[in-house]
């Protein structure tokens, strides 16, 4: 009787230890199925959900720093320049001996050639000098030139 106590008890051990190992493996076979799944269907749409996030940071970002920085002011040629400028600037022109339709580089030459008789070491005078940089940087302002 005991030895057919101990023949069911390592007969059931043994049934028991090859369920449990059947189970391991069954589950370690679940794991694998489900990184493979995850590798091959889920990672692929959570890229692109990271990609599709980031750009929406980037666009929500990019608004807010536009909204930061307030409306940017137009070129001025839709807007009616003001009379004092006008006159300014017609001065400008005048001093450097320009017509009233004239190149960028018609400004240079002309301005070249004011600078060579006004400069102080040619004879002429510092406030002249002063007067003819002034002119120039009045009429490349305007311009919008460099």
Known sequence: ????LLLGWVVFA???AALLHLLAFLLMCLCEALALLFRAVLWPLCKGLFRLLR?????LFYFADELRRGP?????????AEPEFLDLYAQAAARLGLPPVFEAAELERAYRQAI???HP???GSVGDAQE????RDLIVRARGWK
């Open 1 to 4: 009787m005991l030895l057919v």
């Open 14 to 16: 043994y049934v028991f």
């Open 55 to 59: 750009s929406a940071f980037l666009i």
């Open 72 to 80: 940017e002011r137009e070129d001025r040629t839709d807007e009616p």
């Open 116 to 118: 060579r008789k006004a």
């Open 121 to 123: 070491d040619a004879g």
């Open 132 to 135: 003819i940089n002034a002119a």
